[in-house]
Structures are given as structure tokens and as C-alpha cells.
Antibody, heavy 122, light 107 residues
Framework: QVQLVESGGDLVKPGGSLRLSCAASRFTFSDYYVTWIRQAPGKGLEWVSYISSSGSTIYYADSVKGRFTISRDNAKNSLYLQMNSLRAEDTAMYYC???????????????WGRGTLVTVSS | DIQMTQSPSSLSASVGDRVTITCRASQGISNYLAWYQQKPGKVPKLLIFAASTLQSGVPSRFSGTGSGTDFTLTISSLQPEDVATYYCQKCNSAPLTFGGGTKVEIK
């Protein structure tokens, strides 16, 4: 079925790095913007980053700017999040989601993966 | 950046009650607003987009109104399966900020 599946979450020490992946299936991945959203344990949702369908437009939340890098490989139907200089406050479930455009602008997240857990701790 | 503030942060209501959740944007965002439902231990689900358009498959007891800075999500008759945390989210320009969430429980 149409789905997104995240992977790559792990326990990592502060200052360390991790690369998350999100594999898309059963839809034309290259037609869609995609995004990363995270949720710290017991907390609310926090938007992290999005990337346009071609990869030419990218935005980040201030909390991760300069440390995280979003990218995609449309030939592999995959989205990535390279996470460097990790901090304890980056501990969260990381979800990838498909973005529906609204009047040409990034809009709503209609398809979510089940998430991958990142824990930053010494 | 535009901030999204939800109220209340939690509520308890009886089955069959009408429930209203408010989301306020710190600046006008037209109707660039979505609502999500996250049941305990589950992945968030899109309920409403463009402030008032119901996503396919969402029960008609859910409705959304508002434009500019003030938005509401209403559950016309609360059901046990509606126990969840509800989030609003602004769209159209980064950052695509979520509200803090409203936890809905059954009394």
C-alpha cells in the first residue's frame, strides 16, 4: 500500500551523528514535497525540515539549522536526514511525511510514516 | 516567525458532548491551517486542511472554522474513539509550526 517507512534511529552520544532514511512506496515520490517532523517523549509535534519535489527548495527549523541536512534521491524513492552535532534535546521520534501543496505552497501532511526513534545520551 | 497557540491544553468531556478547540496564530495566515489527530501511541492523522475542508474518510462530526488568526476545531458529538491529542499547524511558509496540542479525554 501507499506508505512511508523510516529507518536509522539509534542511541547516539552527544556530539555524534546519525543519518535517517525514509523509503516511499506505491506513489510517485518525485511528485511530492516531503518533510521531517519530530516528537520528543511525551511532548508535542515539532516540524524539522522540508524539501521540494526536485530538491531545489529546502527549509529548516531554527532549532536544527546548521546541524541537520535534508536530502532526497528520487531514483531510490528515498528521503534522508543527516543529523550532526546531536544534543540531548534532539531525542525524539522522527517522522517523515508527504506534503500536499496548497495554492503552490507547502501545505498539509497527508501521509506519515510510523517513525524512527533517536536517543541522544551519554 | 508566526506562533500557534492552542487552548485549552486539555479537556475532559462526556460522550455526546460538543467539544471545541481553539487555535490562534500570532499573525494572519488566511486559511492556511490544518488539524491533526494523534491517538495514544499512534501516528498523527490529518483531519482538516484549508481550515475547514474535511480530509477523506474523516467522520462528519469533525468540523473546522476560521480565517486570519482565529480557528476552531469542533467535535459535534464526542465519541470514545475521539480520545486523542489534537494539533493545529500553519502552512504555506516555513516554519510550518504546530500548536502545542489539546488532549481530549472522556469524563
Amino acid at each position: 500500500q501507499v506508505q512511508l517507512v523510516e529507518s536509522g534511529g539509534d542511541l547516539v552520544k552527544p556530539g555524534g551523528s546519525l543519518r535517517l532514511s525514509c523509503a516511499a512506496s506505491r506513489f510517485t515520490f518525485s511528485d511530492y514535497y516531503v518533510t521531517w517532523i519530530r516528537q520528543a517523549p511525551g511532548k508535542g509535534l515539532e516540524w524539522v525540515s522540508y524539501i521540494s519535489s526536485s530538491g531545489s527548495t529546502i527549509y529548516y527549523a531554527d532549532s536544527v539549522k546548521g546541524r541537520f541536512t535534508i536530502s532526497r534521491d528520487n531514483a531510490k524513492n528515498s528521503l534522508y536526514l543527516q543529523m550532526n552535532s546531536l544534543r540531548a534535546e534532539d531525542t525524539a521520534m522522527y517522522y517523515c511525511a508527504r506534503v500536499l501543496l496548497y495554492f503552490g505552497d507547502p501545505g498539509y501532511f497527508d501521509l506519515w510514516g510510523r517513525g524512527t526513534l533517536v536517543t541522544v545520551s551519554s | 516567525d508566526i506562533q500557534m497557540t492552542q487552548s485549552p491544553s486539555s479537556l475532559s468531556a462526556s460522550v455526546g458532548d460538543r467539544v471545541t478547540i481553539t487555535c490562534r496564530a500570532s499573525q494572519g495566515i488566511s486559511n492556511y491551517l490544518a488539524w491533526y489527530q494523534q491517538k495514544p501511541g499512534k501516528v498523527p492523522k490529518l483531519l482538516i486542511f484549508a481550515a475547514s475542508t474535511l480530509q477523506s474518510g474523516v467522520p462528519s462530526r469533525f468540523s473546522g472554522t476560521g480565517s486570519g488568526t482565529d480557528f476552531t476545531l469542533t467535535i459535534s458529538s464526542l465519541q470514545p474513539e475521539d480520545v486523542a491529542t489534537y494539533y493545529c499547524q500553519k502552512c504555506n511558509s516555513a516554519p510550518l509550526t504546530f500548536g502545542g496540542g489539546t488532549k481530549v479525554e472522556i469524563k
